[in-house]
């Protein structure tokens, strides 16, 4: 079984260009399509939120130096 996708999956912003491939559903031969779909979407909204979060965190302290 493929383990669970991670946040830290993505290490740069250019990382969310290759969401297909980063995100992968450890149960897809036992989930249906629309709850798989929903699955990986929630995947792909929460790598993409942490990544723009993260990077605006970064901003933010190097602003501070």
């Keep these: 079984m493929a ?3 991670s946040v830290n ?7 969310l260009d290759n969401l297909g491939e ?6 897809k031969h036992k989930r249906t399509s629309d709850k798989k779909e929903r699955r990986n979407r929630h995947y792909v909204k929460l790598l993409i939120k942490q990544q723009v979060t993260h990077k605006e965190d970064e901003d933010s ?4 130096l």
Aim: aromatic share 10%; hydrophobic share 25%.
């Design 22 to 27: 980063i995100v992968k559903d450890k149960r």
């Design 3 to 5: 383990k669970r996708t």
């Design 9 to 15: 999956d993505i290490k740069d912003i250019e990382d």
């Design 61 to 64: 302290f190097y602003k501070d």
